[in-house]
């Protein structure tokens, strides 16, 4: 029936409907489908000048119009887009598809992190020579978004009357404190306003869960207990279960944001029979429901003395008998709201009816072997752990849902005149048509005799989406299309619906085609704020990615808010402008795509949490700036060069250049940055690929290289345009690596320097090919790269002692002293590089020979710094000392005309005959004096304090 039900399904009605504006929604996202069409040359040019003046400031809006059109207009995303590789080769093909968005709710951060992922995935391997076939996102219904039939599936049933009935007819009394109140069916009054206390024994432990609950004959449905994944109380029982009392199963302790933990113990108990929340937990956990309540109100489970008996007895029953357990606590005067039936005075329960469930027994256990034979792999792998916990506990699963809309369920009841048809008969089907016909040949009836009804229910969004593999591929089409890419190589996604999604489209996907929907799973964490709380509308923390790419005002949030009143409670209102203003006082800066993507990936996507500020996303804009100023230096060095002259360096040239040269130097880290690069993508380690980036970019390429070049472009012109080549290669390659993480400002770049030098042509940056180690091979000596970054932290140490000594502004000279011939051989050659950067008068290397070295550098004249390996930084301190002598010199006389000029201006017979303006110019005098010590003061008055201390003891 399942198969059935599947495949009608899929056959009645289109599976979604294609929204490209939830690409839109995400510029630098793309896809790839081979059914559309291909790509042949660049027919449609960029409408953008880049042969002009190179823009001063990087602005995010300008970089990126204008290049997604062009993509699109040249079919870039499609299967025949070719790229340096040539055709691709149909042995390395790449499949694979963007889950589905939820359009109900606002798109935020999290989907930005899915599509960021998965596109920067899908451009390098693309890049890498793959065939790549992504299929983009498309809408689904949302179960937990639409509005539930009935209060969430139950039904509002009066056991008096023994029907269902309606909202209106359900009044709610509130009881605000114990009360007695007489009920039709009782001969005596119940007590009602109590809460109860009792407590599940975990299982294999000694440890007891207290439960507070105002209905505790319900706890005999009790399908697990419920706490929030925030309450500490409870987070050392994840995957731990208790022991039921009566039933004796073990029930699951379930973790779910939704709990109050402020409420009762912290600690639910779940009865998703007879409660609307418990039956929505019931539901997202794949829990057990059952029913223990006849028609009539009593109790239907042949459980010690229970049986037939009204509820509320047993209510009383339990008290003692859990007692007797030793599993009872108390019971306490509770205020509540109970319902009643307006036409009998009963107490309305809410009752499950009839749904469809899947049996996934067998389905649950090829699922666990799928892991546990690594045909199926998760990453992180620590994921396998959960994975075979929650099948353990794995019930059949409810596909019918009581929605007002989705994909109904393809099943028809047959209904006859007749009494031939006594029993419950279903038939699937994709019309009533079929429905009749296939019942007809079934039962042997006349067609015109029998009617075939639908069922109003519609499918589980999770069912629909758990066939998304197959679907996005055409099936139940067993075509060429479905047969080359099915199964996908990747299935990426949060995560959080690891069970919801994952494990259904596992389940489904090898059930229905017999292979497993994909073969690697990569799973990221939850987008979290700063505090590492998750981003909701409640807390008020959420942040649109719209706003963090396009910059939005404070006002405009303010207003935002205040438009949506309507759809918002007063609460909802006021915490959305207080956590504004709070979180956002100037409002949020234009970030730009590219800013906000690396921003993204900058952080460990594996780890359980991930916690996203827009501060972080801003400094990674200023890494942007920093991209194109130094890409604006390499275009001012390039100036009175020839293009055709300007090529990237062959692995010949590089081996030819000195083993102990900064040209060298920053191509070697060129080389690591590229294994890097390649090394942690393999392993969907995006952050390291990132940290990377920025560490060869602005440590090595910026801080560096590009200051050592500066005054070396001005040496003879071969020596010129060498150096410019080497800022061309560092160039070129760093805008492929960067392609798949930051594809706008490396395409506007890449453009750019198609048109500055005369490099291999591209279409777009997109389609060249990825550096691989392999292209690099013999450019790396690790040993340099060792010897330059002692290097650059002994630049770091002499600017640490320029600073903290007063001598920012001065170029002293500085002796490094090292206890190692070997040493002294490889620092040596840079000396000019750590005087130049560290804006010194000289760099010299000795080699000490005891203390009776460091004896003729004076410690009154000279500061010393000890550093690792063996290495002493020594700067000479004597221009600084003449200075502070001077100005101390300059202080005293400073103070002699100033007492001078007071003694002169309070003096009466000055003031009575002196002319105005000759003391108006005392005045001016005086205060132009009082400035200019002030200002000395505030430089060398710490120094002047120690000198006066240290001549009074001298004497």
């Not at 981003?535 to 939005?552: A, F, H």
């Not at 005002?553 to 205040?562: F, H, I, M, N, P």
């Not at 390499?634 to 293009?643: L, M, S, V, W, Y």
């Not at 602005?698 to 500066?710: G, H, L, R, S, T």
Request: hydrophobic share 35%; glycine share 4%.
């Amino acid at each position: 029936m399942f198969f059935k039900l599947a495949k009608c399904f899929r056959s009645k009605t289109l599976f979604y409907t294609f929204n490209k504006e939830y690409l839109q929604f995400y510029p630098g996202s793309n896809y790839y489908l081979s059914h559309v069409a291909k790509y042949t040359e660049i027919k449609h040019p960029l409408k953008k000048e880049l042969s002009g003046i190179y823009p001063i400031a990087y602005e995010p809006k300008e970089v990126e119009k204008g290049w997604y059109e062009y993509w699109e207009k040249n079919g870039l995303f499609y299967e025949g887009a070719r790229n340096d590789h040539g055709p691709h080769d149909q042995k390395l093909e790449f499949c694979l598809v963007l889950p589905p968005p939820n359009v109900t709710g606002n798109l935020h951060i999290g989907h930005t992190l899915t599509v960021t992922i998965q596109d920067c995935i899908s451009r390098w391997r693309r890049m890498r020579g793959e065939k790549v076939i992504w299929i983009p996102g498309f809408d689904h219904g949302d179960l937990f978004k639409k509005p539930f039939f009935r209060q969430g599936n139950l039904l509002n049933w009066s056991s008096q009357i023994r029907s269902v009935i309606s909202d209106i007819e359900v009044d709610h009394l509130e009881i605000p404190q114990k009360k007695k109140v007489r009920l039709p069916g009782l001969k005596d009054p119940v007590e009602l306003g109590l809460m109860d206390y009792f407590y599940y024994p975990v299982e294999n432990s000694d440890e007891k869960i207290l439960i507070a609950t105002t209905r505790l004959e319900t706890m005999l449905g009790d399908s697990a207990v419920a706490v929030n994944p925030t309450d500490t109380r409870y987070t050392h029982l994840a995957g731990k279960c208790v022991k039921h009392p009566y039933t004796g199963e073990s029930l699951p302790i379930i973790f779910d944001e939704n709990v109050n933990k402020d409420f009762g113990t912290g600690a639910m108990k779940v009865t998703p029979a007879h409660d609307s929340k418990d039956y929505e937990l019931g539901i997202k956990h794949n829990l057990k429901i059952f029913d223990i309540l006849a028609d009539d109100g009593t109790i239907d489970m042949d459980i010690e003395n229970f049986q037939g008996k009204h509820r509320l007895v047993v209510r009383s029953l339990l008290r003692k008998s859990l007692s007797d357990k030793g599993l009872y606590k108390e019971t306490k005067s509770h205020s509540m709201t109970i319902p009643f039936c307006s036409r009998s005075g009963d107490i309305v329960e809410p009752r499950l009816k009839d749904q469809w469930y899947l049996d996934c027994t067998e389905m649950g256990q090829k699922a666990v072997e799928a892991v546990k034979s690594k045909n199926l792999q998760f990453i992180p792998d620590h994921h396998e752990k959960v994975w075979f916990e929650w099948f353990k506990h794995l019930k059949d699963w409810c596909i019918s849902r009581q929605l007002w809309w989705g994909h109904q369920i393809p099943a028809y009841r047959i209904q006859q005149s007749s009494d031939e048809l006594k029993n419950d008969l279903w038939i699937a089907a994709t019309c009533e048509k079929e429905a009749i016909e296939k019942a007809s040949k079934k039962y042997n009836l006349d067609p015109k005799s029998i009617k075939a009804v639908q069922d109003v229910d519609v499918l589980d969004t999770w069912f629909s989406s758990a066939l998304y593999p197959l679907t996005a591929l055409g099936w139940p089409s067993q075509d060429e299309y479905f047969k080359k890419y099915y199964p996908l190589n990747l299935m990426e996604t949060g995560f959080d619906i690891l069970f919801f999604w994952v494990a259904r489209m596992v389940m489904l996907g090898e059930h229905i085609t017999g292979k497993l929907p994909f073969t690697e799973v990569l799973l990221h964490g939850m987008v979290c704020d700063s505090h590492g709380r998750k981003m909701t509308k409640s807390l008020g923390n959420t942040i649109d990615p719209l706003d963090v790419i396009n910059g939005v005002s404070l006002e405009d949030l303010l207003q935002r808010v205040k438009d949506c009143q309507d759809s918002l409670t007063p609460e909802e209102v006021k915490l959305l402008l207080s956590a504004n203003k709070q979180n956002f006082p100037n409002g949020i800066p234009e970030c730009g795509t590219d800013g906000l993507r690396f921003s993204l990936l900058t952080h460990d996507i594996q780890n359980q949490r991930i916690s996203i500020d827009v501060k972080s996303i801003r400094i990674c804009r200023h890494f942007c700036n920093k991209i194109w100023q130094g890409f604006r230096l390499f275009t001012k060095a390039i100036e009175n060069c020839p293009r055709e002259s300007l090529t990237t360096l062959s692995t010949e040239e590089v081996l030819n250049l000195k083993e102990s040269d900064v040209d060298h130097w920053i191509l070697s880290r060129l080389a690591g940055l590229v294994v890097v690069s390649n090394t942690h993508f393999e392993t969907y380690e995006f952050h390291l690929v990132a940290n990377a980036i920025r560490q060869f970019w602005v440590q090595n390429f910026c801080d560096v290289y590009i200051e050592y070049a500066k005054p070396a472009l001005l040496e003879n012109e071969e020596r010129r345009l060498f150096i410019c080549r080497v800022l061309l290669t560092c160039i070129e390659t760093f805008l492929k690596i960067i392609s798949p993480m930051m594809p706008f400002i490396s395409e506007e770049l890449y453009q750019r320097l198609l048109l500055l030098a005369n490099i291999e042509s591209c279409p777009s940056v997109s389609l060249a090919k990825y550096p691989t180690p392999d292209q690099y091979s013999g450019w790396r000596n690790t040993m340099l790269e060792a010897d330059v970054h002692t290097v650059t932290e002994l630049i770091g140490v002499a600017r640490s002692l320029k600073s903290k000594h007063g001598a920012t502004q001065m170029r002293p000279a500085v002796v490094v002293a090292v206890d190692e011939e070997n040493t002294l051989a490889a620092l040596n050659p840079f000396s000019d590089l750590m005087a130049l950067l560290a804006k010194l008068e000289s760099v010299t290397f000795h080699l000490t020979q005891g203390q009776e070295f460091f004896e003729q550098y004076p410690g009154d004249s000279w500061v010393f710094e000890p550093c690792e390996h063996g290495i002493t930084v020594i700067m000479d301190m004597r221009e600084k000392l003449k200075t502070e002598e001077d100005s101390f010199s300059k202080l005293n006389k400073i103070r002699e005309e100033l007492t001078r000029l007071n003694k002169m201006l309070s003096d009466n017979d000055y003031r009575k005959n002196a002319p105005l303006s000759v003391q108006e110019k005392a005045m001016a005098k005086k205060a132009s004096l009082e400035g200019e010590l002030q200002k000395l003061l505030n430089y060398y008055g710490k120094k002047e304090s120690e000198k006066a201390t240290k001549d009074s003891s001298v004497s």
